[in-house]
C-alpha cells in the first residue's frame, strides 16, 4: 500500500492551492507562497477572533454590540497566500480546491473544534449567485471539514431567502442593513458551527445566527479559514 500510494503521488503530485507550483514538499502550499501566510494567533478579539490587541480583550465592534454568534475562529488571516487561494476556491471556477482547503481548515482548527458544535451549518449563497458560480464554496468546505472531523453535515438548517449585494466597500452599518432578513432557519439543534471561508467584519454570520436563534438554536459557533483584519467603519 505504502509503495502504491508513492507511485500515485510520482504521477498525481500535489499542487500549491495559491499558485498551483508542483509541490516538492508539504501538502498545501510551495516554497514561494508558504512564507506568506498570516496566522491569527492568539492574540485576536475573544468574540469574532479579529486579529489584534484590544482593550479588555474586545474589537470595537463586538465592544459596541455584542455579535449574535457565542465565539468564533479562523485560523489565518485575510492576506497573502491563503487570500489568494480563496479567490481561486471563489472566482476562478477551482471547486477542486474544496479537498485541501477544507483538511487545512481541521488541521489548523483542533483547539477550537473540540469543543465547538456537532452539527456543521455552512453559510449559503442565494440561489442566483449558485446558478452563476455552479457550485457553493461554503458547502463545499464544511463537507471536507465533515469528513476528517467525524462531525455532522446539517446544510439544511439554513437558506438564503433574498439575494443581497456585495459587501466590499460598505461601511460596518451598511452591511448590516444589507444582511438584515436575508436568511431563514430551521431548528431541530441545540447547537450550530457555521462555516464560511472568510469572515470580515462578522455582519454575515451573525445576521446567520440571528435567524437560527429565531429557530431555536441555543448556541451558534462561527469558523472560517481566514479573518480579515479591518479598522471598523460605523
Not at 488571516?77 to 483538511?103: N, S
Not at 456543521?120 to 446558478?131: E, F, N, Q, T, W
Request: proline residues 6%; aromatic residues 6%; positive net charge.
Amino acid at each position: 500500500m505504502t509503495k502504491l500510494l508513492g507511485l500515485v503521488e510520482v504521477m498525481f503530485p500535489h499542487a500549491c492551492v495559491a499558485c498551483d507550483a508542483v509541490l516538492l514538499h508539504g501538502k498545501f502550499f510551495c516554497e514561494g507562497c508558504a512564507p506568506l501566510l498570516l496566522t491569527v494567533g492568539p492574540v485576536h478579539c475573544a468574540r469574532c477572533a479579529e486579529p489584534g490587541r484590544f482593550p479588555k480583550g474586545l474589537c470595537p465592534r463586538c465592544a459596541r454590540r455584542r455579535p449574535a454568534f457565542d465565539r468564533a475562529f479562523a485560523p489565518y488571516e485575510h492576506d497573502g497566500a491563503i487570500a489568494r487561494a480563496i479567490h481561486r476556491f471563489k472566482y476562478e471556477d477551482r471547486p477542486d480546491l474544496a479537498g485541501p482547503l477544507g483538511e487545512l481548515l481541521w488541521l489548523q482548527s483542533p483547539g477550537f473544534l473540540a469543543a465547538a458544535p456537532r452539527h456543521v451549518c455552512p453559510i449559503p449563497l442565494h440561489d442566483a449567485r449558485y446558478r452563476e458560480r455552479r457550485y457553493d464554496q461554503a458547502t463545499l468546505l464544511a463537507n471536507e471539514l465533515c469528513l476528517r472531523g467525524g462531525l455532522t453535515l446539517a446544510d439544511a438548517l439554513l437558506t438564503r431567502r433574498r439575494a443581497t449585494k456585495r459587501q466590499v466597500g460598505l461601511s460596518d452599518a451598511q452591511r448590516v442593513s444589507n444582511l438584515r432578513g436575508a436568511f431563514e432557519a430551521r431548528g431541530g439543534v441545540e447547537s450550530v458551527l457555521l462555516v464560511d471561508d472568510v469572515m470580515t467584519t462578522g455582519a454575515t454570520a451573525a445576521e446567520a445566527a440571528r435567524a437560527l436563534h429565531r429557530a431555536g438554536v441555543q448556541r451558534v459557533e462561527v469558523l472560517t479559514l481566514c479573518r480579515a483584519k479591518r479598522v471598523f467603519m460605523p
